[in-house]
T-cell receptor, first 111, second 117 residues
């Protein structure tokens, strides 16, 4: 399983765009990149998943360069409620494969 | 997205007792579920992979006789913490893959807070 590296923490202000970058230098050909959000005392919540280039949904965008050795989660116009820990995970998606969590990035959104 | 539930949401027990935590996939069938443990300010640590109809696969360092896992149906996996001790106090989270979604996204339960006195 590819190991991931993320910043331990980030601070932002309401209304700003937040970009969290994750490094995964040894990503495998059949690996996807998935981001989860976790609030205190709750289970992680799926945000977005991608394989290459750019993926966008109603919550976030995920940018993946051609070499796929990194990815960037982009949260547009964050609010206080976006304060959470964000995890980047890399792995194949076939059934039965577990996810290995790294340290995550603790995002603090300030008013 | 798919929903995974856990019961109970929190439990307090005396040292030496056993505690059972249930994990259910509510709107899909999951042949595989995963159990994680999370200590305060730390990341999730995979404990074991629960396979329907067969024995669970435990991660290194996790005692299979202490953390009993039963995956009796395609929608239910249970984790029993036997003879719990204060050091077992933690946040236990299960997850399940929905094989019907395009990329089999893993969905997590809300977690169970265990406090052993």
């Amino acid at each position: 399983l590819a190991k991931t590296t993320q910043p331990i923490s980030m601070d932002s202000y309401e209304g700003q765009e937040v970009n969290i970058t994750c490094s995964h230098n040894n990503i495998a050909t059949n690996d996807y990149i998935t981001w989860y959000q976790q609030f205190p005392s709750q289970g992680p919540r799926f945000i977005i998943q991608g394989y290459k280039t750019k993926v966008t949904n109603e919550v976030a965008s995920l940018f993946i360069p051609a070499d796929r050795k990194s990815s960037t989660l982009s949260l547009p116009r964050v609010s206080l409620s976006d304060t959470a820990v964000y995890y980047c995970l890399v792995g194949p998606t076939n059934a039965g494969n577990m996810l290995t969590f790294g340290g995550g990035t603790r995002l603090m959104v300030k008013p | 997205g798919a929903v995974v539930s856990q019961h109970p949401s929190r439990v307090i027990c005396k040292s030496g007792t056993s505690v059972k935590i249930e994990c259910r996939s509510l709107d899909f069938q999951a042949t595989t579920m995963f159990w994680y443990r999370q200590f305060p300010k730390q990341s999730l640590m995979l404990m074991a992979t629960s396979n329907e109809g067969s024995k669970a696969t435990y991660e290194q360092g996790v005692e299979k006789d202490k953390f009993l896992i039963n995956h009796a149906s395609l929608t239910l996996s249970t984790l029993t913490v036997t003879s719990a001790h204060p050091e077992d106090s933690s946040f236990y989270i299960c997850s399940a893959r929905d094989p019907q979604t395009a990329r089999e996204t893993q969905y997590f339960g809300p977690g169970t807070r265990l406090l052993v006195l």
